[in-house]
C-alpha cells in the first residue's frame, strides 16, 4: 500500500459509488430538526404498540430541550443510563439541543463501572426510567453524592412520574421537563464540539471516553448514506427497522438511530432480543432492516420453526459487534434467501470503518473495503510509520471525518493512539490486492462478548477482592453463543477451600456486569509468567484460543 491515488479498495467500489464522494457535516440537532420538518407525519417510532411521528417526537425533544436548558446543561455532561425506549431518543436530542454532551451508561454495568463513568466524565445529571432496578441503582448512584440531578421518567415519556419522589429536591420527573412551556432557543453548537462521549477499552481495561463531535457522527451517518443509496441499498422514508440493538452502543446509536431518523425511516424499538418477538415484527409489522450482532443471528436460526417462517419483507440484513460463524451465515442465507451484510468499525471511528459490497464477488473472512470518505492502511508492528504492502500482516490504521479527536481527559493515551493523524486500531490484518481488509488478531486483550465489550482486567481486579484468589488472568474463549465469553485461571492462595464457577460467579454479581460474568473457571498449581516475571496470557491463549491463520 503506497498511499498514492487510486487506492486498491477503489476498483472494487459498487457501480455507482465513489470513495471520495463529499461528505455531508453537520450538528446532531440539525440533521434531527431537518429529518423532522421532513417527516413530520411519518411513524417515527414505535414501542409497546405505541407510536410516534415525526411531528410528535420533534415536539416532545424541543419541550425536553427547553427543559433541559432550565437544569443549566449547557456545556456540561447529561448521563442516559435506559435501555431502549423513547425516553431515551427524546432525552438524547434534547440533551444535545440544550447544548449539552451525552454519556451513555449501560443498564448491564455494575455499581463501581458506573461510578467511575459518571466521576471521569463529570456527568452530574443523569436520565433514567422506571424499568427494571434502574432506579434503584441510580438512587444508589446519587446517594454516592455523584449526582446534582436525577431525572426519572416512564419509557414511553408521557406516563405519569410515578418513580420520582418528593423527599430529594435532586429527583425530578422527567415530565417535568415537558410540562413547564419555557421559551427557547436552542444553543448553537458547532461541528466540532464534542457531542457524545462513549466510553470504550483498551488494552488497560481502564474504560475511556472516546471525544466524538458532532461531525464525527454526521460524517459517518453520511458516509453509510453515499455508500447505500449509490447500490440503493435503502428506500428513505419507507424502511422499518428492528431496532434491539442497544441504543447506549456506537453500533446502534449511529447505523440505527442518527442514520435512519434522519431518512424517515420508522424504528420498532425493542428493549432487548427475543427470537419470537423479532419473527413476530418480521412476519406481521413486515420489517424491512435488521441489523443484529451474532447471538441474535445465532438465537433466530435456531428458533424452532424457524424454517417456515415468512421473511419476505425483509430487504436488508447485516451482522457486526463480532465475528459471525460461519455455518450461522450459511442457514441464514438458505433460509432468508440472501447474504448477510457486515463491515468492521469501532466506537471510536463512530463506527464507519469498512463494509461488504452488495455487489461483486463474495470473499469469505472478509470484513469488506473502506467506506467513503475512510482511509486505512496496515503498517508494521514495529513501526507504525511504514506502511505495508497487499497481504502482509501488521497493524491497521484509520484515518477520516468519523475518527475520534482522542480520549477525554487522557492527553497521553490520545498521543499514544495516533501517527500521522491515524488512528491505531489495536487490530491485527491485511489488504488483499483488490482492497478487501482481513482481521486477523487483536493486540488488544478486550473480549467481544455477544456484541459488548468485556474488559478482562475489570474483571481480574474483582476476582482478586476474592479472600481465596492468589493470582488470576482472565482471557476470552470461543463461545458458541456469545461469540467469546470470559474465563478465568485461578491459583488459591494455600490452605484456601476449593472455589467453583457457580461460587465464583455468585462474588462478582455485585461487582461486574452480567455480560462480564466469566463462562468458565479454571484452578491452577501456578499461572504462566513471561521471562520477567510478570504473569503471561501467551500459553493460555495458545491453548484456547487459537489465532487466526494468516494468508498464504
Request: net charge neutral; charged share 25%.
Given at each position: 500500500?503506497?498511499?498514492?491515488?487510486?487506492?486498491?479498495?477503489?476498483?472494487s467500489?459498487?457501480?455507482?459509488v465513489?470513495?471520495?464522494?463529499?461528505?455531508?457535516?453537520t450538528?446532531?440537532?440539525?440533521?434531527?430538526?431537518?429529518?423532522?420538518?421532513?417527516?413530520?407525519?411519518?411513524?417515527a417510532?414505535?414501542?409497546?404498540?405505541r407510536?410516534?411521528t415525526?411531528g410528535?417526537?420533534g415536539?416532545?425533544?424541543?419541550?425536553?430541550a427547553?427543559?433541559f436548558?432550565?437544569?443549566?446543561?449547557?456545556?456540561a455532561?447529561?448521563?442516559?443510563?435506559?435501555?431502549?425506549?423513547?425516553?431515551?431518543v427524546?432525552?438524547?436530542?434534547g440533551?444535545?439541543?440544550?447544548?449539552?454532551?451525552?454519556?451513555?451508561?449501560?443498564?448491564?454495568?455494575?455499581?463501581?463501572?458506573?461510578?467511575?463513568k459518571?466521576?471521569?466524565?463529570?456527568?452530574?445529571?443523569?436520565?433514567t426510567?422506571?424499568?427494571?432496578d434502574?432506579?434503584?441503582?441510580?438512587?444508589?448512584?446519587?446517594?454516592?453524592?455523584?449526582?446534582?440531578?436525577?431525572?426519572?421518567?416512564?419509557?414511553?415519556?408521557?406516563?405519569?412520574?410515578?418513580?420520582?419522589?418528593?423527599?430529594?429536591p435532586?429527583?425530578?420527573?422527567?415530565?417535568?421537563?415537558?410540562?413547564?412551556?419555557?421559551?427557547?432557543?436552542?444553543?448553537?453548537?458547532?461541528?466540532?464540539?464534542?457531542?457524545?462521549?462513549?466510553?470504550?477499552?483498551?488494552?488497560?481495561?481502564?474504560?475511556?471516553?472516546a471525544?466524538?463531535t458532532h461531525?464525527?457522527?454526521?460524517?459517518?451517518?453520511?458516509?453509510?448514506?453515499?455508500w447505500?443509496?449509490?447500490q440503493?441499498?435503502?428506500?428513505?422514508?419507507e424502511?422499518?427497522?428492528?431496532?434491539?440493538?442497544?441504543?447506549?452502543?456506537?453500533?446502534a446509536?449511529?447505523?440505527?438511530?442518527?442514520?435512519?431518523?434522519?431518512?424517515?425511516?420508522?424504528?420498532l424499538?425493542?428493549?432487548?432480543?427475543?427470537?419470537?418477538?423479532?419473527?413476530?415484527?418480521?412476519?406481521?409489522?413486515?420489517?424491512?432492516?435488521?441489523?443484529?450482532?451474532?447471538?441474535?443471528?445465532?438465537?433466530?436460526?435456531a428458533?424452532?420453526g424457524?424454517?417456515?417462517?415468512?421473511?419476505?419483507?425483509?430487504?436488508?440484513?447485516?451482522?457486526?459487534?463480532?465475528?459471525?460463524?460461519?455455518?450461522?451465515?450459511?442457514?441464514?442465507?438458505?433460509?432468508?434467501?440472501?447474504?448477510l451484510?457486515g463491515g468492521?468499525?469501532?466506537?471510536?471511528?463512530?463506527?464507519?470503518?469498512?463494509?461488504?459490497?452488495s455487489?461483486?464477488?463474495?470473499?469469505?473472512?472478509?470484513?469488506g473495503?473502506?467506506?467513503?470518505?475512510?482511509?486505512?492502511?496496515?503498517?508494521?508492528?514495529?513501526?507504525?510509520?511504514r506502511?505495508?504492502?497487499?497481504?502482509?500482516v501488521?497493524?491497521?490504521?484509520?484515518?477520516?471525518?468519523?475518527?475520534?479527536?482522542?480520549?477525554?481527559?487522557?492527553?497521553?493515551?490520545?498521543?499514544?493512539?495516533?501517527?500521522?493523524?491515524?488512528?491505531?486500531?489495536?487490530?491485527?490484518?491485511?489488504?488483499?490486492?483488490?482492497?478487501?481488509?482481513?482481521?486477523?488478531?487483536?493486540k488488544?486483550?478486550?473480549?467481544?462478548?455477544?456484541?459488548?465489550n468485556?474488559y478482562?482486567?475489570?474483571?481480574e481486579?474483582?476476582?482478586?477482592?476474592?479472600?481465596s484468589v492468589?493470582?488470576?488472568?482472565?482471557?476470552?474463549?470461543?463461545?458458541?453463543?456469545?461469540?467469546?465469553?470470559?474465563?478465568a485461571?485461578?491459583?488459591?492462595?494455600?490452605?484456601?477451600?476449593?472455589?467453583?464457577?457457580?461460587?465464583?460467579?455468585?462474588?462478582?454479581?455485585?461487582?461486574?456486569?452480567r455480560?462480564?460474568?466469566?463462562?468458565?473457571l479454571?484452578?491452577?498449581?501456578?499461572l504462566?509468567?513471561?521471562?520477567?516475571?510478570?504473569?503471561?496470557?501467551?500459553?493460555?491463549?495458545?491453548?484456547?484460543?487459537?489465532?487466526?491463520?494468516?494468508p498464504n
Amino acid at each position: 500500500m503506497t498511499g498514492e491515488r487510486p487506492y486498491a479498495w477503489e476498483k472494487s467500489y459498487p457501480p455507482g459509488v465513489k470513495w471520495d464522494s463529499p461528505l455531508s457535516l453537520t450538528t446532531i440537532p440539525a440533521l434531527f430538526d431537518k429529518a423532522v420538518a421532513a417527516h413530520a407525519n411519518r411513524p417515527a417510532l414505535e414501542y409497546r404498540g405505541r407510536s410516534f411521528t415525526y411531528g410528535e417526537l420533534g415536539e416532545l425533544v424541543n419541550r425536553a430541550a427547553a427543559g433541559f436548558a432550565a437544569l443549566g446543561v449547557a456545556g456540561a455532561q447529561v448521563a442516559l443510563y435506559a435501555p431502549n425506549t423513547p425516553l431515551y431518543v427524546v432525552a438524547f436530542f434534547g440533551a444535545l439541543k440544550a447544548g449539552a454532551r451525552i454519556v451513555n451508561l449501560s443498564p448491564l454495568d455494575a455499581e463501581r463501572e458506573l461510578a467511575h463513568k459518571l466521576r471521569d466524565s463529570g456527568a452530574r445529571t443523569l436520565v433514567t426510567t422506571t424499568v427494571g432496578d434502574l432506579p434503584k441503582m441510580a438512587r444508589t448512584l446519587l446517594g454516592a453524592s455523584l449526582l446534582d440531578h436525577l431525572l426519572v421518567g416512564d419509557d414511553c415519556v408521557r406516563a405519569a412520574p410515578t418513580a420520582a419522589a418528593a423527599d430529594d429536591p435532586r429527583v425530578l420527573p422527567f415530565q417535568t421537563l415537558l410540562d413547564e412551556p419555557r421559551r427557547f432557543a436552542p444553543v448553537p453548537v458547532g461541528t466540532d464540539e464534542i457531542a457524545l462521549l462513549q466510553y470504550t477499552g483498551g488494552t488497560t481495561g481502564t474504560p475511556r471516553a472516546a471525544m466524538l463531535t458532532h461531525g464525527n457522527l454526521t460524517a459517518a451517518v453520511s458516509s453509510y448514506d453515499v455508500w447505500s443509496s449509490g447500490q440503493k441499498l435503502l428506500r428513505p422514508g419507507e424502511e422499518r427497522v428492528i431496532c434491539v440493538l442497544p441504543l447506549f452502543h456506537i453500533y446502534a446509536l449511529t447505523t440505527i438511530m442518527l442514520r435512519h431518523l434522519s431518512l424517515g425511516n420508522e424504528l420498532l424499538l425493542r428493549p432487548r432480543f427475543d427470537a419470537a418477538t423479532t419473527i413476530r415484527d418480521i412476519q406481521e409489522k413486515r420489517a424491512t432492516i435488521f441489523p443484529g450482532v451474532p447471538t441474535m443471528w445465532i438465537g433466530l436460526m435456531a428458533h424452532p420453526g424457524v424454517e417456515a417462517c415468512d421473511f419476505s419483507s425483509l430487504r436488508h440484513c447485516t451482522s457486526g459487534g463480532a465475528a459471525l460463524p460461519v455455518h450461522v451465515a450459511e442457514r441464514f442465507a438458505k433460509i432468508i434467501g440472501r447474504h448477510l451484510g457486515g463491515g468492521w468499525g469501532m466506537t471510536e471511528t463512530s463506527p464507519a470503518g469498512t463494509n461488504i459490497p452488495s455487489y461483486g464477488p463474495r470473499k469469505p473472512g472478509s470484513v469488506g473495503i473502506p467506506l467513503p470518505g475512510v482511509h486505512m492502511d496496515v503498517v508494521a508492528l514495529d513501526d507504525a510509520r511504514r506502511v505495508l504492502q497487499p497481504g502482509d500482516v501488521g497493524e491497521i490504521r484509520v484515518k477520516g471525518l468519523n475518527v475520534t479527536r482522542g480520549y477525554w481527559r487522557r492527553p497521553q493515551e490520545t498521543k499514544d493512539a495516533f501517527v500521522d493523524g491515524h488512528l491505531l486500531t489495536g487490530d491485527i490484518g491485511y489488504m488483499d490486492e483488490d482492497g478487501f481488509f482481513f482481521l486477523v488478531d487483536r493486540k488488544k486483550e478486550m473480549i467481544i462478548s455477544g456484541g459488548f465489550n468485556v474488559y478482562p482486567r475489570v474483571i481480574e481486579e474483582a476476582i482478586y477482592e476474592h479472600p481465596s484468589v492468589e493470582e488470576v488472568l482472565v482471557i476470552g474463549v470461543p463461545d458458541d453463543y456469545r461469540g467469546e465469553a470470559a474465563k478465568a485461571f485461578v491459583k488459591l492462595r494455600a490452605g484456601a477451600p476449593p472455589l467453583t464457577l457457580d461460587d465464583l460467579r455468585d462474588f462478582l454479581a455485585d461487582k461486574v456486569g452480567r455480560h462480564e460474568l466469566p463462562t468458565a473457571l479454571e484452578i491452577r498449581d501456578s499461572l504462566p509468567r513471561s521471562t520477567v516475571g510478570k504473569l503471561s496470557k501467551r500459553e493460555l491463549l495458545a491453548g484456547e484460543r487459537p489465532r487466526s491463520p494468516a494468508p498464504n
